[in-house]
């Protein structure tokens, strides 16, 4: 029962360069979510994916891109990253209901642009 | 919009003292509301969740919850702190469960520390 995986778990790039962050859940959850962690401002939703083929906008997309690959899979994108760009990125998925089941979060993804 | 507010970025306890972790939250319609947990390096951990049943909340740990909705209010409580409750608390609240309603907004986060 692996539930979120994430990789990288660590990441260094330089400003310019391009990456992209892997997560896959094994819990057949529809919906799925990517979003930073920044120091004193909690976690802000880039993007999100409430089923299979869709992508929505979340509060913070400029500058991400992301693929919603399959049930199981949600990639995020950085095409040119830039040093604001440096946080710990959590993908996250949840099943949906007929009440919320909050979320199940991977282990993050700390990102650093130099 | 729906919104989450933790008074407090950090809260400072003896072991074996009270814990109490404030979150007030806006919302237009009955909300859901969750606490995470986060322990150092690592991912957020569910600790318990309101979904409009009973208004007082047990959740792992020895944690619990209350739902007060004159208040809009939903505080985090431990009677008797351990210093494995060392960590960082997140607030969070939806608006429902299907599309961009069902998304958490989450406060900012209270970090606790329990002193010896």
């Known amino acids: 029962n692996a539930g979120v995986t994430q990789t990288p778990k660590f990441q260094v790039l330089k400003t310019g360069q391009s990456m992209t962050l892997q997560c896959a859940q094994d819990?057949?959850?529809?919906?799925m979510y990517w979003y930073r962690q920044d120091p004193g401002m909690g976690l802000r939703l880039i993007y999100y994916?409430?089923?299979?083929?869709?992508?929505d906008k979340g509060e913070v997309p400029n500058g991400y891109n992301v693929s919603r690959l399959n049930k199981r899979e949600f990639s995020l994108r950085l095409e040119s990253a830039a040093p604001s760009q440096t946080s710990v990125y959590f993908c996250?998925?949840?099943?949906?209901?007929?009440?919320?089941?909050?979320?199940?979060f991977g282990s993050g993804t700390r990102l650093t642009v130099v | 919009a729906q919104s989450v507010t933790q008074l407090g970025s950090h809260v400072s306890v003896s072991e074996g003292a009270l814990v109490l972790l404030r979150c007030n939250y806006s919302?237009?319609?009955?909300?859901?509301l969750f606490w995470y947990v986060q322990y150092p390096n690592q991912g957020l951990q569910l600790l318990l969740k309101?979904?409009?049943?009973?208004?007082l909340v047990k959740g792992i740990n020895g944690f619990e919850a209350e739902f007060k909705k004159s208040e809009t209010s939903f505080h985090l409580t431990k009677p008797s702190a351990h210093m494995s409750d060392a960590a960082e608390y997140f607030c969070a609240v939806s608006e429902g469960y299907g599309g961009s309603q069902g998304n958490l907004i989450f406060g900012k986060g209270t970090k606790l520390s329990v002193k010896p």
């Open positions: 309101y979904t409009s049943a009973a208004t």
């Open positions: 919302s237009s319609v009955p909300p859901y």
């Open positions: 994916s409430a089923s299979e083929g869709t992508t």
């Open positions: 819990m057949n959850h529809n919906s």
């Open positions: 996250a998925s949840s099943r949906p209901g007929t009440t919320p089941y909050g979320y199940t």
